[in-house]
């Protein structure tokens, strides 16, 4: 099989380099270290038609399918990962509404998401509900009367709360039925009802906000009903599916990042009389951390073209993810060492991308749950 890039793949590659380099580089210390959302960052992927990627050109996107989305947002994670994950969550409310959604949200919403207008975002996780879905509690009562849904509940952990103008939230319209009873409906930001609560202090990533949101008797139309009732959980198992080629492609460019900044320090770093790129055991180090990434990004690539092929690619995309994630703390763990006591301080990015990696284990899935997955698959 050959995933050799288009000519057009080429200069999509080409210009993601240019602009991680020029745009993203320059502030992802300042991000980490501020925790500011890059709202110019974003709106400057917008213009040149990032985030509108993976959507088709009749609905307002830039077209391109999931090998272009890896291309993208692997470029940028190699100098931001934060940046990356913004972007990436952002297509996953996307393509949730071209899968699923009505004609009238595919109008309303996908033009705004192609044009940077309005921030998407996902929220499934709940307190006592995160890889046991099944345990949540927020509902969405349909009132008769006024043909809206009256939602209540918590939801927690959830990527660009904070900033997205509407969000894919998973609620239970039938409390009854457990996750058959599940339901997505698109919560917009000035919904009555609808709040921030708590802005969590992370690890890693403190560019992409994680919040808590809170809904009080918050109402919407049953027009913002995604699919159908009781569909919800399908909806979400869908979307992270797919979600997981981009984490995928995050821990890729991640590790990619690491590998670049390795070989340029290894090429200055002096000990000992010569560069230490000459001494045996760092040239080691570099090839194992080669290696692995090649690996990675093949196993990435093969999952997204089953996804473009509309060929089944669950288990592939569980193996991407999961393995993508272990090789990016692998290899920033390399790379830190590889860099010895300058790696550790802040004056370096593989301090950040060390701690950035971690995530990338658990969110949209954790590795344990992929393990699941794909045992599942292959026992039949």
């Not at 509690?137 to 939602?151: H, N, S």
């Not at 984490?247 to 460019?253: C, D, H, I, K, N």
Request: proline fraction near 3%; glycine fraction near 10%; charged fraction near 25%.
């Amino acid at each position: 099989m050959d995933f050799q890039f288009t000519k057009a793949q080429e200069m999509l590659q080409k210009v993601a380099r240019e602009f991680a380099e020029k745009e993203v580089a320059p502030i992802a210390a300042d991000i980490d270290k501020t925790g500011r959302y890059p709202k110019e960052t974003f709106e400057k992927m917008a213009k040149i038609g990032f985030t509108g990627i993976g959507t088709p050109i009749e609905f307002g996107g830039a077209g391109g399918d999931d090998i272009d989305k890896i291309i993208v947002v692997s470029e940028i994670a190699k100098k931001c990962a934060a940046t990356a994950a913004i972007l990436s969550i952002h297509t996953i409310f996307a393509q949730g509404i071209l899968k699923f959604g009505t004609a009238e949200q595919k109008a309303k919403y996908l033009p705004m998401m192609g044009d940077g207008k309005c921030l998407g975002a996902f929220a499934l996780t709940e307190p006592n509900a995160g890889t046991d879905a099944g345990s949540a509690k927020t509902t969405a009562i349909l009132d008769e009367k006024t043909g809206e849904y009256v939602i209540n509940g918590t939801k927690c952990f959830i990527s660009g709360g904070r900033q997205a103008q509407a969000i894919l939230v998973f609620v239970l319209t039938d409390p009854n039925k457990g996750l058959k009873g599940m339901s997505c409906i698109i919560v917009e930001k000035e919904t009555p009802g609808f709040s921030i609560g708590k802005i969590e202090e992370k690890m890693g990533i403190h560019g992409s906000e994680t919040v808590e949101l809170i809904f009080d008797n918050c109402r919407v139309p049953k027009e913002n009903l995604v699919g159908k009732e009781g569909k919800g959980f399908n909806i979400a198992m869908s979307c992270l599916d797919g979600a997981r080629i981009g984490v995928g492609a995050q821990a890729l460019g991640i590790a990619e990042g690491a590998l670049e900044e390795s070989i340029k320090y290894t090429k200055e770093r002096v000990q000992f009389g010569k560069p230490i790129s000459q001494l045996q055991g760092i040239q080691w180090y570099l090839a194992e951390m080669a290696t692995k990434i090649e690996a990675t990004r093949w196993l990435i690539y093969y999952a997204a073209d089953l996804k473009n092929n509309r060929k089944p690619f669950s288990k592939e995309a569980a193996m991407a993810k999961f393995n993508a994630s272990i090789v990016a703390r692998e290899v920033t763990n390399l790379a830190l060492q590889i860099h010895g006591g300058y790696g550790y301080m802040k004056d370096y990015a593989l301090e950040r991308m060390y701690r950035d990696a971690k995530i990338t284990e658990i969110y949209e899935g954790t590795s344990e749950v992929h393990k699941i997955v794909i045992s599942r698959a292959i026992l039949g």
